[in-house]
């Protein structure tokens, strides 16, 4: 796909549907790859990759059908040829202004039971719509919510701000590709997600009676 020494930065973005993962896409690639539109039913039906160079570096970007639960066992299948790649950094995208429902909680959840724990070392969150947060600024949003204060511990702190615009400010874009680039660097003794990672999330799953591939 990329032949033998494949992308530099591999990048996978997670969240529920409506959350602006399409359009922060495309704005990281500078280019309308991916359809993105203001929606709350899914626009992504399926996992799509482009590319792109950025600073010199080939970047390829992941983008992924919104989870659900209508959708999480076909995007467990469709995933699996992406996470062979070996992606570097996982963006689990959350729009800031709804409010924190269920489903994101389970979109959480899936991303940790079906590629492992382990996977929370690659992971950034990208907050979006942190313009329409009328006027309160992210860092307090954070505080008040125990669900993302703990998500971010989890994730090492890491996160980032994208506004409604889909990141067109373009040092929001910048700023997030120095943090990716830190985390890989960061993990530099593994500085790709493993696949044993979700082979063995896989096997807890079915120790556990849950339907696996």
Request: charged share 20%.
């Amino acid at each position: 796909m990329f032949g033998n020494a494949g992308p530099d930065l591999t990048v996978v973005l997670l969240g529920k549907t409506g959350s602006g993962k399409s359009a922060a896409a495309n704005a990281i690639l500078g280019a309308e790859f991916f359809r993105a539109e203001l929606s709350f039913t899914p626009v992504t039906q399926q996992c799509a990759m482009a590319q792109g160079e950025i600073e010199g570096k080939t970047v390829a970007v992941i983008d992924t059908p919104g989870l659900s639960s209508e959708i999480n066992d076909r995007l467990r299948n469709e995933i699996l040829p992406f996470l062979e790649l070996g992606p570097h950094v996982f963006l689990l995208v959350i729009r800031v202004n709804e409010r924190v429902s269920d489903d994101v909680k389970n979109a959480v959840r899936w991303i940790e039971q079906n590629l492992g724990r382990g996977v929370l070392c690659y992971v950034i969150i990208l907050f979006t719509f942190v313009d329409q947060l009328q006027g309160t600024p992210l860092e307090e949003y954070c505080r008040a919510n125990q669900f993302i204060r703990s998500v971010i511990n989890r994730c090492g702190g890491r996160s980032h701000p994208f506004s409604s615009d889909g990141g067109q400010n373009n040092v929001q874009v910048i700023e997030l590709i120095e943090k990716m680039n830190r985390l890989v660097w960061w993990n530099s003794e593994q500085a790709k997600y493993n696949f044993s990672l979700f082979n063995e999330a896989q096997r807890k799953l079915q120790r556990r009676g849950h339907a696996v591939l």
